[in-house]
């Protein structure tokens, strides 16, 4: 008696779930396999690795690496390039070329190439495909093809606690100062000062930070508010119902004054007819409290 067709279509579909399961789940490991830490460095000799730093699988062209100093806590995502030395198998002499402070986030597909030294400091983030290098090619000989000239090469420093957005180009000689912004796509080259923001092919700044005055011209959204220290995760569940609840209150009596007519008003402490809410979401998560708790 043949078998219902339901029946190889579903023993069909069940192989090609476990398939995939089995697939993903193998790619799983070989990523966490070959991924580059200082107690797994694979086929690469850094100068340093530092602790708790990561660099994804698969890297990018890696070369130069003896002349690598990578420091703790970096995460180097996928993809990301990373190299010393205009070509592999140079004797770049005794001091590091390339140098990543603790804490940088390289973005995928990133590429960094230091001909000659490149300093990245403290804390720098990186967006995705961000393009850093020391060299770049020269064309003073009309005659001949600018990729068969001579390039030029100048070093760049990178100054600490910078963040550098998606696709942005960082030329030779560049000198960015501290918590600098480049915004995506931006072309830089030249110095940047400490606390200011470029933007633009070539990259200008469009705004800088004054003691007195703060940030000119002023920032157009309010900072965020940092979720308070000892806040539980209960209690930040809480503040979330919390402020449906809220958001419900308020539709409750937007229909309310819709379908009578009036106006709703001194009921709360604030007179608009709700509660008053606490100055602000952290100051609500404070006195939230925690569900089990007596």
């Given at each position: 008696?043949p078998m219902n067709k339901n029946v190889f279509s579903s023993m069909a579909a069940?192989?090609?779930?476990?398939?995939?399961?089995?697939?993903?789940?193998?790619?799983?490991?070989?990523?966490?396999?070959?991924?580059?830490?200082?107690?797994?460095?694979?086929?690469?000799?850094?100068?340093?690795?530092?602790?708790?730093?990561?660099?994804?699988?698969?890297?990018?062209?890696?070369?130069?690496?003896?002349?690598?100093?990578?420091?703790?806590?970096?995460?180097?995502?996928?993809?990301?390039?990373?190299?010393?030395?205009?070509?592999?198998?140079?004797?770049?002499?005794?001091?590091?070329?390339?140098?990543?402070?603790?804490?940088?986030?390289?973005?995928?597909?990133?590429?960094?190439?230091?001909?000659?030294?490149?300093?990245?400091?403290?804390?720098?983030?990186?967006?995705?495909?961000?393009y850093i290098t020391t060299t770049n090619h020269s064309y003073d000989d009309p005659?001949?093809?600018?990729?068969?000239?001579?390039?030029?090469?100048?070093?760049?420093?990178?100054?600490?606690?910078?963040?550098?957005?998606?696709?942005?180009?960082?030329?030779?000689?560049?000198?960015?100062?501290?918590?600098?912004?480049?915004?995506?796509?931006?072309?830089?080259?030249?110095?940047?000062?400490?606390?200011?923001?470029?933007?633009?092919?070539?990259?200008?700044?469009?705004?800088?930070?004054?003691?007195?005055?703060?940030?000119?011209?002023?920032?157009?959204?309010?900072?965020?508010?940092?979720?308070?220290?000892?806040?539980?995760?209960?209690?930040?569940?809480?503040?979330?119902?919390?402020?449906?609840?809220?958001?419900?209150?308020?539709?409750?009596?937007?229909?309310?004054?819709?379908?009578?007519?009036?106006?709703?008003?001194?009921?709360?402490?604030?007179?608009?007819?709700?509660?008053?809410?606490?100055?602000?979401?952290?100051?609500?998560?404070?006195?939230?409290?925690?569900?089990?708790?007596?």
């Open positions: 008696m069940w192989r090609r779930r476990a398939v995939s399961r089995a697939v993903h789940g193998g790619a799983r490991w070989v990523r966490q396999a070959a991924a580059v830490t200082a107690e797994r460095p694979g086929p690469y000799r850094f100068r340093r690795i530092g602790h708790g730093t990561r660099l994804a699988y698969p890297q990018g062209t890696v070369f130069g690496d003896p002349w690598i100093e990578i420091g703790d806590h970096c995460i180097i995502a996928q993809d990301v390039t990373l190299t010393a030395g205009m070509m592999p198998d140079l004797d770049l002499g005794a001091e590091p070329i390339l140098t990543l402070g603790n804490g940088v986030v390289l973005g995928r597909g990133s590429h960094v190439i230091a001909d000659v030294r490149l300093t990245i400091g403290d804390d720098c983030f990186f967006g995705p495909g961000v005659e001949v093809p600018v990729g068969k000239q001579w390039p030029r090469a100048d070093p760049v420093t990178i100054g600490p606690g910078s963040w550098i957005g998606t696709g942005a180009v960082i030329l030779p000689g560049a000198r960015l100062g501290r918590n600098v912004v480049v915004a995506a796509g931006s072309v830089v080259r030249g110095e940047v000062p400490d606390h200011a923001v470029v933007a633009g092919a070539p990259a200008k700044v469009v705004r800088s930070w004054d003691p007195e005055a703060g940030w000119q011209p002023p920032l157009r959204t309010p900072a965020p508010v940092p979720i308070p220290e000892g806040v539980s995760p209960e209690q930040l569940l809480a503040l979330a119902e919390w402020q449906d609840a809220a958001v419900e209150t308020d539709r409750a009596g937007v229909d309310a004054m819709k379908t009578d007519g009036t106006e709703m008003g001194g009921t709360g402490a604030d007179g608009t007819g709700t509660a008053a809410a606490p100055r602000s979401s952290a100051d609500a998560a404070k006195n939230l409290p925690v569900r089990g708790a007596r």
